[in-house]
């Protein structure tokens, strides 16, 4: 690797006391040594918190410690790694996006990487693996300059089922063709921008689709990246969902709300509307015997 940058891991979460370990875990295992690990509760009331504590404290040495009525904060350097550190924020927010701007508000990383609850690396040298790809790739390219590394996605269903969702489309003009898990943004870049808070379910969508159409470089790599847990989530696409995502494309092609209204109307539904008469056993063996699917 040409030389060590610092990666900033943030997780948001909130009363998810049965997933956040497996994500913890997934990440201070991670044989990439430079990371500073960012934790965001939404003021959790479930023991998410405590678990968060008792983790860190096992884990690392607590520098730094603020707990008011209103916020509770910690710092800390890992035992076994002094350039591992964590941060830990509980506070209440008013939406994951606010939650997203107040990790990247601590990130001294010079990459930002978003890895929710529930979900996880790949692998334990995910990272390590795709920054060495990033740097091979400025070895041989010309220019460089990229703000955003993006892969593919494992999705879980349930145990033994899941599937490989790679992304095969570099044009991000109206939808990002990846999973925001893995991907790696410029810390800068998101300082700047900042995730738009109007927004409750497409604010990652108008941020990358933002900056790609102002210009700003994009570097697909071959590589799994993250595991998306889709256990629980509604398979049904929703009507915020669908105006949210109209008003973002609408800002660089006008006639894309109807594209879109045409796609949901002959596609989406329907295959939503198959979906939902079938048990969810069914479903996930469906979507597993399928195989892989493309972005």
Same mark, same amino acid.
């Given at each position: 690797?040409?030389?060590?940058?610092?990666?900033?891991?943030?997780?948001?979460?909130?009363?998810?006391?049965?997933?956040?370990?497996?994500?913890?875990?997934?990440?201070?295992?991670?044989?990439?040594?430079?990371?500073?690990?960012?934790?965001?509760?939404?003021?959790?009331?479930?023991?998410?918190?405590?678990?968060?504590?008792?983790?860190?404290?096992?884990?690392?040495?607590?520098?730094?410690?603020?707990?008011? !009525?209103?916020?509770?904060?910690?710092?800390? *350097?890992?035992?076994? $790694?002094?350039?591992?550190?964590? %941060? #830990?924020?509980? @506070?209440?927010?008013?939406?994951?996006?606010?939650?997203?701007?107040?990790?990247?508000?601590?990130?001294?990383?010079?990459?930002?990487?978003?890895?929710?609850?529930?979900?996880?690396?790949?692998?334990?040298?995910?990272?390590?693996?795709?920054?060495?790809?990033?740097?091979?790739?400025?070895?041989?390219?010309?220019?460089?300059?990229?703000?955003?590394?993006?892969?593919?996605?494992?999705?879980?269903?349930? !145990?033994?089922?899941?599937?490989?969702?790679? *992304?095969?489309?570099? $044009?991000?003009?109206?939808?990002? %063709? #990846?999973?925001? @898990?893995?991907?790696?943004?410029?810390?800068?870049?998101?300082?700047?921008?900042?995730?738009?808070?109007?927004?409750?379910?497409?604010?990652?969508?108008?941020?990358?689709?933002?900056?790609?159409?102002?210009?700003?470089?994009?570097?697909?790599?071959?590589?799994?990246?993250?595991?998306?847990?889709?256990?629980?989530?509604?398979?049904?696409?929703?009507?915020?969902?669908?105006?949210?995502?109209?008003?973002?494309?609408?800002?660089?092609?006008?006639?894309?709300?109807?594209?879109?209204?045409?796609?949901?109307?002959?596609?989406?539904?329907?295959?939503?509307?198959?979906?939902?008469?079938?048990?969810?056993?069914?479903?996930?063996?469906?979507?597993?015997?399928?195989?892989?699917?493309?972005?």
């Amino acid at each position: 690797m040409a030389h060590p940058v610092k990666i900033s891991v943030i997780t948001i979460v909130y009363n998810d006391v049965n997933h956040i370990a497996q994500t913890m875990e997934s990440i201070f295992t991670q044989t990439y040594p430079h990371i500073e690990y960012i934790i965001i509760d939404g003021d959790s009331c479930d023991g998410t918190k405590e678990l968060i504590l008792k983790t860190i404290s096992i884990l690392a040495t607590i520098t730094q410690k603020n707990d008011s !009525p209103d916020k509770f904060y910690l710092e800390a *350097t890992h035992n076994q $790694n002094p350039h591992f550190c964590f %941060k #830990f924020l509980s @506070q209440k927010d008013k939406g994951i996006y606010d939650a997203m701007n107040k990790g990247v508000s601590l990130a001294s990383g010079e990459w930002c990487n978003f890895m929710n609850s529930g979900d996880k690396f790949y692998q334990t040298n995910t990272i390590e693996e795709c920054f060495k790809k990033y740097f091979n790739t400025l070895k041989t390219e010309w220019g460089g300059g990229y703000s955003v590394i993006y892969g593919h996605t494992q999705i879980y269903y349930a !145990p033994h089922e899941s599937k490989i969702l790679y *992304t095969k489309s570099n $044009n991000h003009r109206y939808h990002h %063709k #990846f999973i925001h @898990q893995s991907s790696f943004i410029k810390t800068s870049l998101i300082a700047f921008y900042k995730y738009d808070t109007r927004f409750k379910i497409a604010g990652d969508t108008d941020f990358f689709t933002k900056i790609y159409n102002k210009g700003y470089k994009f570097l697909k790599i071959e590589q799994i990246i993250s595991i998306f847990n889709a256990n629980g989530i509604s398979d049904g696409p929703s009507w915020k969902g669908f105006q949210e995502d109209c008003k973002i494309g609408y800002g660089y092609h006008k006639l894309f709300p109807i594209f879109l209204g045409s796609l949901y109307l002959f596609c989406i539904l329907p295959k939503t509307l198959i979906k939902s008469c079938l048990p969810s056993c069914i479903k996930n063996k469906i979507r597993v015997l399928l195989g892989k699917k493309y972005l």
